[in-house]
């Protein structure tokens, strides 16, 4: 598991590094406010990949907030109204604990739940660079929820969301900072589910999620 988040922490890393709106091969989707979302698709081992990214910047917050928010399990149930039960598993490590979730149905697909795990880790940079923190949320089995037992369609994740503090001013207040984000889903739904839907509905939750999960982040 260890290896798995860290080739994982190492591909999104470089991929936040990457500016979508100088490189052709990243497809514009929708642009609202500070919250741009982007495609590209890329061949790995013959495989088409197919990355939905949104990129933003979020004012009086630091990256440890947001990544807290974003891997707390109880802050998760107030941003996330995607979600019908949370149940832990098994703690890792305090930075890492594995989660069954169980989604609110979607008509007229299938209930879907889902076996995770969710790491979060502070990033080393280099000199002069700010603060940052990445949290991946990896699909996985585990024996406390095994998959075709709960009646659900079991679906898989790779999300992950990077993000570093910004900060030009020495003994910063709330209003100075910022944080930068990128955030990324990979999901198979596990069984039929219109492909267009997916990719609607996560152009429409990506702004929504940043909205939402800033407004739980501490005030000025």
Not at 21 to 46: A, C, F, H, M
Not at 48 to 69: I, K, N, S
Not at 80 to 105: G, N, S
Not at 131 to 156: K, L
Request: proline share 6%; with cysteine.
């Amino acid at each position: 598991m260890y290896n798995q988040m860290q080739e994982l922490i190492n591909k999104y890393v470089e991929l936040a590094k990457q500016d979508p709106e100088s490189d052709p091969s990243w497809q514009p989707l929708s642009k609202s406010g500070e919250t741009k979302i982007y495609r590209k698709e890329e061949e790995v081992n013959n495989v088409l990949m197919d990355y939905l990214v949104a990129t933003t910047t979020v004012e009086g917050v630091t990256a440890a907030e947001m990544a807290e928010v974003f891997h707390s399990k109880e802050l998760k149930l107030k941003w996330d109204h995607t979600i019908e039960a949370d149940k832990l598993l098994e703690t890792l490590d305090e930075f890492c604990a594995v989660y069954h979730q169980i989604l609110k149905r979607v008509w007229p697909t299938a209930q879907r739940d889902m076996v995770y795990a969710s790491h979060k880790q502070q990033l080393e940079g280099g000199e002069g660079e700010k603060p940052s923190w990445i949290v991946c949320n990896v699909s996985c089995d585990h024996t406390s929820a095994p998959e075709g037992t709960s009646g659900y369609t079991r679906a898989t994740i790779e999300v992950v969301l990077y993000c570093q503090t910004v900060c030009d001013v020495p003994n910063p207040t709330r209003k100075d900072l910022k944080c930068k984000i990128v955030y990324s889903a990979s999901v198979n739904p596990g069984g039929w589910a219109p492909a267009a839907a997916i990719r609607a509905i996560s152009q429409r939750e990506y702004p929504k999620f940043f909205k939402e999960d800033s407004c739980i982040c501490p005030g000025p």
